[in-house]
């Protein structure tokens, strides 16, 4: 059949709240221009993030209610466990309450002032953290990872030769880890290979340095290898997920992704040393390591999600879904991050709106268009996320890409609220000569993109 349904049926319905675009223009003005800032009852389709918004399954719901809550040793950590360890093969599994809390401890352990954490882009909050511990985060991606227009099929891989001088010339002994975000969020949700992800471990074990990977969408990274990468066409998207994983040392996840949860995460690892310093900081910070950050009914949650995730039906219709959307976009001729990635679609905003200049950010003018026009949440992936200004002489320093980022939840909208979607951004695009630029009004000095307040330059 032609037609990809979507495998599942809806046994529970959310009413969404209709507002009318004179009631949003108001919304956006009193949220100072900030998406974060908005009330989710004033959105009709949120694409903020595919972060924690996934719609759990029947069985996961039954598995919040096997949820077994005891403080220490329960059955659901056990099962978590077990799960995660199928998948991944690491002795040590830790949870943690989400993505970042892993960051925070692995990097609190293992990054000092002045070190390097190169990457082939770091996710805004790894390279907080790192930042946070005084460390340098490095990002290393291919330079066709780079142009929003290239079709490579692996562009998140990281530059392994780039990789390799980058030690040569700061010496391993100032690099205490090396990590590869898949899918590349950042960087547009692209893929990484099997082939850069054997080399790179290959580099970091010459030079003694421990290999971690930013799990998040291991799945779809995996489903797209399946896809795209020789001699995996018929591997299942489990043995893909397993080989990547048997290349790290350990792994950063934020289960609120690829495991279908709304809340989660772990750290992950084979060495004993480094796993004991882990987990003396979990329980400081986050909880006991049989349950971290977590209830007993979330670590259930998790591990029947990860089940769920590597259904190949489930892969190749969220995989289809994104495509679909680019097919759409590329007849009516809008620019967006090419080819698609795992999950979300992410507008060129340079080549969407070449009139805005970078510093007035082009991205945030069409975030904000495509809330205005038909409620729908999108989020600046540019200069307001990743911009900098020189220390020494202010000059403003953009990032190479200016997108904006549409995310899809997982499993929550269907056909018809992605065509929706289409026309809304069909008529932002038809009208963009009239977009305004907008400066900042107020930034905090760490993750601003979350707090800041705008005004529109007229
Ligand atoms: C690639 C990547 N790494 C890390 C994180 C952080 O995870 P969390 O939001 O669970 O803290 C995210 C979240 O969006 C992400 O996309």
């Known amino acids: ?194 082939e850069n992800i054997r080399a790179t471990k290959e580099i970091c074990s010459h030079y003694g340095i421990p290999f971690f990977l930013d799990a998040c969408r291991f799945a779809e990274n995996a489903c797209f290898i399946k896809k795209r990468e020789p001699g995996y066409e018929n591997k299942s998207c489990k043995e893909i997920a397993q080989e990547i994983f048997s290349n790290a040392d350990g792994c950063t996840m934020s289960a609120k992704k690829d495991a279908l949860v709304n809340i989660g995460g772990f750290l992950a690892m084979n060495d004993d040393d480094l796993a004991l310093k882990a987990r003396n900081v979990l329980i400081v910070t986050e909880g006991f390591p049989t349950y971290g950050g977590l209830a007993g009914r979330d670590l259930e949650a998790i591990a029947q999600g990860l089940d769920e995730i590597l259904d190949e039906d489930y892969l190749h219709y969220r995989i289809r879904t994104v495509e679909y959307m680019g097919e759409r976009l590329d007849k009516m001729g809008v620019p967006y991050l090419k080819p698609t990635g795992g999950h979300a679609i992410y507008l060129d905003a340079k080549a969407f709106a070449p009139h805005i200049p970078v510093d007035q950010f082009p991205g945030q003018a069409i975030a904000v268009a495509l809330y205005i026009v038909g409620g729908i949440r999108s989020c600046e992936i540019g200069g307001i996320m990743f911009g900098k200004n020189d220390p020494e002489t202010g000059k403003y320093i953009p990032p190479s890409l200016e997108l904006v980022r549409l995310a899809f939840p997982r499993r929550v909208y269907t056909q018809s609220h992605f065509d929706y979607v289409l026309e809304v951004i069909e008529e932002v695009y038809q009208n963009r000569n009239n977009l305004k630029g907008f400066r900042f009004t107020y930034q905090a000095p760490l993750l601003r993109h979350f707090t800041a307040q705008f005004e529109i330059i007229e």
């Open 1 to 194: 059949m032609k037609t990809i349904i979507e495998p599942f049926k809806i046994k529970v319905v959310e009413a969404i709240k209709m507002t009318t675009q004179e009631e949003r223009e108001k919304v956006i003005k009193n949220a100072g221009y900030n998406l974060f800032k908005i009330d989710a009852e004033n959105i009709i389709i949120d694409l903020l993030t595919d972060s924690g918004t996934a719609a759990m399954s029947d069985l996961q719901w039954a598995g919040i209610m096997h949820g077994d809550e005891s403080y220490a040793g329960a059955r659901s950590f056990h099962r978590f466990y077990d799960k995660v360890h199928e998948i991944t093969k690491f002795r040590h599994i830790i949870p943690t309450h989400q993505g970042r809390a892993a960051e925070r401890i692995l990097f609190e352990i293992l990054v000092e002032p002045g070190k390097f954490v190169p990457s082939n882009t770091h996710f805004d909050t790894t390279r907080a953290n790192i930042e946070y511990n005084q460390g340098e985060a490095v990002d290393l991606v291919i330079e066709e990872g780079k142009d929003p227009q290239s079709l490579h099929p692996f562009k998140g891989n990281i530059d392994v030769n780039k990789l390799e001088n980058f030690i040569k010339e700061k010496g391993a002994k100032n690099i205490p880890l090396c990590m590869l975000t898949i899918t590349n969020n950042s960087g547009g949700g692209q893929p990484v290979s099997l």
